[in-house]
């Protein structure tokens, strides 16, 4: 949709998120499928953001927008997600004029697909598109403009990554995904995952590159890895899969 998800340059912008700075960010929970929220805000123009929304938790989340004075224009997932149904459409319904958003690699439907290079914006700042695929074809993380932050998703966890075992996952297509679109971003850069299952919160990108015990193997080693985890299947993988294929657009319930 023109005019809504532009292609803009980098810019130098506040790195602080306290009750002073232009950046608001809020971290978010919800504790079935441990995957966190983000709520990012311009506290000057009171636009905003909410990137990987819960359907469960959609309700608190438009509660808060609306406490902090925010205008939500866009409910943002990083790709399409098996355990857990995306807010995306409660919140159009909850927040009008907000759109969803999804990659368009991800075969889901929403009201803005973005690829690898788009920026979202929000009032003066954006986040930068980076395609990470390997989780999913269509996982991408989300830079803020003067990479102090990034914003994961499957892709890269703390300590960990995604798994690989279905939804067309590909263990060799990940580790390059993160060794090339998120490692090469500075060390102090914050990484904050979409799901984390040992009560840590956030990340660095050099915390990551030299502690990960995954992803500072080999990519031979990485895939052997990945291929032997023997996880079981996600619990909602059959309801939630379909419905966030229908992205943002899906009839929340009544």
């Known amino acids: 949709m023109a005019g809504t998800v ?31 929220t983000y709520l990012l805000g311009d506290r000057e123009s009171r636009e905003a953001i909410l990137i990987d929304p819960v359907l469960e938790t959609a309700p608190r989340d438009a509660q808060l927008v609306k406490e ?20 995306s459409g409660l919140l159009r319904s909850l927040l009008p004029g907000c ?23 929000f009032g003066r700042f954006a986040v930068e598109t980076r395609a990470s695929p390997g989780h999913t074809p269509g996982c991408v993380t989300f830079v803020l403009n003067d990479h102090s932050m990034a914003f994961t998703g499957d892709a890269l966890l703390i300590r960990g990554c995604g798994r690989t075992d279905f ?33 840590l919160t956030v990340s660095t990108v050099e915390e ?27 619990e ?6 379909p419905a966030n294929l229908r992205c943002g657009v899906q009839t929340p319930p009544s």
Do not use: W
Not at 169 to 180: M, N, P, R
């Open 236 to 241: 909602q993988i059959d309801v939630a899969v």
């Open 6 to 36: 532009l292609r803009v340059a980098g810019r130098r912008l506040s790195r602080h998120s306290g009750s002073g700075a232009p950046l608001l960010l809020r971290q978010m929970f919800e504790p079935k499928s441990c995957t966190y």
């Open 99 to 121: 759109q969803s958003v999804i990659s368009r690699l991800s075969g889901a439907q929403a009201d803005v697909h973005i690829e690898d290079g788009d920026s979202i914006r």
């Open 167 to 199: 939804q067309q996952g590909c263990a060799k297509t990940l580790y390059h995904s993160v060794h090339e679109k998120i490692f090469t971003l500075p060390g102090d850069c914050l990484v904050y995952p979409a799901h984390d299952y040992h009560g």
């Open 208 to 234: 990551e590159r030299t502690l990960n015990p995954r992803l500072t193997l080999s990519c031979e080693e990485f895939v052997k890895v990945m291929d032997n985890l023997n996880l079981p299947k996600p």
């Open 68 to 87: 902090l004075g925010l205008r939500l224009l866009y409910a943002v997932n990083t790709h399409c997600h098996a355990d857990h149904i995306t807010g």
